[in-house]
Antibody, heavy 123, light 110 residues
């Protein structure tokens, strides 16, 4: 069945780096844009980044711009989020989600979600 | 990034109708439309509606979405206990070149 599985979360010190992965199965991964969305404990959803199918278009939320990089490896059906210069306020569950339309601005988005991976930034 | 505005909570009785609102501006909801997500405690979000009133397969017909100007709405009729959850709206913001979310509405079914 269609599935997204995140991994790579954990406890990391402020200023350090971490790479999250999202393994896709059950659909043609290379044909879809993909998002990262995060949720701090007890808080609402915050969009982090999106990458188009093919990987040529990427957009980021203001709070992570310049620190986080979204990428994909279609040969491995895997989405990545490279997080640098981590801060306490980056502590959250990180979800990957599928974008169900060619244009990353298209409204048919977030149709499939993973279970999330927790990132805790603390000294 | 400026987000979309949702009321923090709405309370309705069993079998009643709840209407949740989401207010943005002409760069997001007003031009791009909104989508709606439901999240139960401890679970990932689930898409309920996209492009204003398209429901993914398996989503109850008790849910309907609409838009008027810069405000999107999600109406849930015949409220059931399982409808108690957090509801989020989201839209693409063409001026920010970013997706934005509302702060979420906690729907309480009494």
């Amino acid at each position: 069945q269609v599935q997204l599985v995140e991994s790579g979360g954990g406890v990391v010190q402020p200023g350090r780096s971490l790479r999250l992965s999202c393994a896709a199965s059950g659909f043609t991964f290379s044909s879809y844009g993909m998002h990262w969305v995060r949720q701090a404990p007890g808080k609402g959803l915050e969009w982090v980044a999106v990458i188009s199918y093919g990987g040529s278009i990427k957009y980021y939320g203001d709070s992570v711009k310049g620190r986080f990089t979204i990428s994909r490896d279609d040969s491995q059906n895997t989405l990545y989020l490279h997080m640098n210069s981590l801060r306490a306020e980056d502590t959250a569950v990180y979800y990957c989600a599928r974008h169900n339309e060619i244009a990353v601005a298209g409204n048919d988005a977030f149709d499939i979600w993973g279970q999330g991976t927790m990132v805790t930034v603390s000294s | 990034q400026a987000g979309l505005t949702q009321p923090p909570s709405v309370s309705k009785g069993l079998r009643q109708t709840a209407t949740l609102t989401c207010t943005g501006n002409s760069n997001n909801v007003g031009s791009q439309g909104a989508l709606w997500l439901q999240q139960h405690q401890g679970h990932p979000p689930k898409l309920l509606s996209y492009r204003n009133n398209n429901r993914p397969s398996g989503i109850s017909e008790r849910l309907s979405a609409s838009r008027s100007g810069n405000t999107a709405s999600l109406t849930i009729t015949g409220l059931q206990p399982e409808d108690e959850a957090d509801y989020y709206c989201s839209a693409w913001d063409s001026s920010l070149s970013a997706w934005v979310f509302g702060g979420g509405t906690k729907l309480n079914v009494l």
